[in-house]
């Protein structure tokens, strides 16, 4: 991500002409597109490459300019495969699954809200607080039926399920993996819905115009555009950061969160009351960030794991 790759910039041209004509709301046709575009299975295909990484965020990204469900469930199918490729807990799961953090505040154990959109035969279920993770088929899994109707991430087809059968416990070196690539992966998508709310906000500045002017001349309207961009430029910088060494993704996890909301509450505020209507795109975009900061762990789970990461456990145990 930091430095420029022709053989990416191709890829993602053609990745965004796959995407551009297609109907966000339609994941039948997001899907299409993206198994079109070769980006399905990009996880395994760019394994050796030494920037395997690099391509996988920035596929995350783009897609998430287009389709903020269709990242999320794309982020949780890279992880997966990236994480299973070093496994031989089953080598037939390594490449129709996805991943997903539990939610720590559900009454049965190992419960977690799965993207379902491509279809996985197998979930890895990843728990924050005990660093554990495991492999389940998708038939060990009992909860809601598919289709649920939701308010966020709809075209990612996410269902809540909980464990109902033996599972496999993965290695610990594969967990770490897969937790890291989750948290990356998430983030990526994150930046690419706030880049999306900045720039359809920047844009509809520039062209609504009110007392003979567009908004976007107005003072009070510039200063939050800018304060929209600085936050979308740190999360950048922190995500091409922790791709290219060892820092901690807890903390750019909970920060990207933040940024996609905040910036959407933003673009919705330069928008004004059209920015409540569904003709325009923000108020969506404002509920796909909620959804996929709360799919990404929770922000108090995330926040939680930080502090305990640099401050130690509460109660002064370390």
Not at 46 to 60: F, I, Q, S
Not at 133 to 159: K, M
Not at 180 to 206: K, P, Q, V
Not at 267 to 286: F, K
């Amino acid at each position: 991500m930091t430095g420029r790759n022709a053989e990416l910039d191709d890829f993602l041209d053609v990745l965004t002409k796959r995407l551009v004509s297609v109907e966000w709301s339609d994941a039948h046709a997001i899907r299409a597109a993206l198994a079109a575009a070769d980006v399905l299975d990009l996880a395994q295909e760019a394994a050796e490459l030494d920037d395997a990484v690099d391509w996988l965020v920035a596929a995350v990204r783009t897609t998430a300019h287009f389709s903020p469900a269709a990242a999320f469930a794309l982020a949780g199918r890279f992880a997966a495969q990236r994480g299973l490729a070093a496994s031989d807990a089953d080598g037939r799961d390594a490449r129709d699954v996805t991943s997903a953090v539990i939610n720590p505040a559900a009454h049965d154990p190992w419960t977690a809200t799965v993207p379902t959109l491509f279809a996985p035969g197998a979930v890895v279920l990843l728990d924050r607080f005990t660093g554990r993770a495991v492999l389940a088929r998708r038939d060990a899994l009992v909860g809601e039926p598919e289709g649920t109707r939701r308010s966020g991430l709809r075209e990612a087809a996410l269902r809540t399920v909980r464990l109902d059968d033996t599972v496999v416990t993965l290695p610990d070196d594969v967990t770490r993996r897969t937790a890291r690539d989750w948290d990356l992966f998430t983030s990526a998508a994150a930046l690419g819905l706030a880049e999306t709310a900045l720039h359809t906000a920047e844009t509809y500045a520039g062209e609504r115009r009110q007392f003979g002017s567009a908004i976007g001349t107005f003072a009070g309207l510039r200063a939050i555009l800018a304060e929209m961009r600085i936050r979308v430029r740190t999360v950048h910088a922190m995500l091409e950061g922790a791709v290219a060494s060892d820092l901690d993704t807890a903390e750019l996890l909970a920060q990207a969160g933040r940024t996609a909301v905040d910036v959407c509450l933003d673009a919705i505020q330069v928008h004004g009351g059209y920015g409540y209507i569904d003709e325009y795109p923000v108020a969506g975009l404002l509920r796909d960030a909620i959804s996929l900061r709360a799919r990404g762990g929770g922000r108090r789970t995330v926040l939680a794991q930080v502090a305990s990461r640099r401050l130690g456990k509460p109660g002064g145990d370390t």
